[in-house]
T-cell receptor, first 113, second 116 residues
């Protein structure tokens, strides 16, 4: 199973870009990289996902390296409401049918005024 | 509004008691999941269901049971065999099992289960 490695915690100043790294060196060719975040005592919220190309949506940008062994989630203008635990996840396949997302401990991002 | 609803928000279990956590979705999703989260930890998969009347064990299924009689509903029972049930339980759903790898999970707001 492809695993991910993330820093335990990070700080970011309000209004600045938050760059959250993730290593997934054992990722397979058809596995997607997903990012979710979880605000305390709530369910995780989907942010973005990608396969090879960089992706952008209204919440964030996802930069995937050419060898796909690492990626970076970018929150362009962090606000206090972005304080949360961010999970980087690689999709795992079981027998070719739907894979299940394996959540590690994530990165606790603290946005400070 | 479409979404996934978990109830109750807080639940207390007495010693030797079975309790059932509710999860309902109106997103017309085929797949549903139950995760357990302990303080400061990530999510661990308990059970998942890819289609009605079928479900599979996840990584920590012992002491839990589920049913999937309706597409919209995936209740989780925490049995007396689960000796350490205190945790935050999250239900999730996804569009479908067999179409592609490109799917995202939608989560409920969770149930906090505590032992009296």
């Amino acid at each position: 199973d492809a695993k991910t490695t993330q820093p335990t915690s990070m700080d970011c100043a309000e209004g600045r870009a938050a760059n959250l790294p993730c290593n997934h060196s054992t990722i397979s060719g058809n596995e997607y990289v997903y990012w979710y975040r979880q605000i305390h005592s709530q369910g995780p919220q989907y942010i973005i996902h990608g396969l090879k190309n960089n992706e952008t949506n209204e919440m964030a940008s996802l930069i995937i390296t050419e060898d796909r062994k690492s990626s970076t989630l970018i929150l362009p203008h962090a606000t206090l409401r972005d304080t949360a635990v961010y999970y980087c996840i690689v999709r795992v396949n079981y027998g070719g049918s739907q894979g299940n997302l394996i959540f590690g401990k994530g990165t606790k991002l603290s946005v400070k005024p | 509004d479409g979404g996934i609803t978990q109830s109750p928000k807080y639940l207390f279990r007495k010693e030797g008691q079975n309790v059932t956590l509710s999860c309902e979705q109106n997103l017309n999703h085929d797949a549903m999941y139950w995760y357990r989260q302990d303080p400061g930890q990530g999510l661990r998969l308990i059970y998942y269901s890819q289609i009605v009347n079928d479900f599979q064990k996840g990584d920590i299924a012992e002491g839990y049971s589920v049913s999937r009689e309706k597409k919209e509903s995936f209740p989780l029972t925490v049995t007396s065999a689960q000796k350490n049930p205190t945790a935050f339980y999250l239900c999730a759903s996804a569009l479908g099992s067999y179409r592609s790898l490109d799917e995202k999970l939608f989560f409920g707001s969770g149930t906090q289960l505590s032992v009296l």
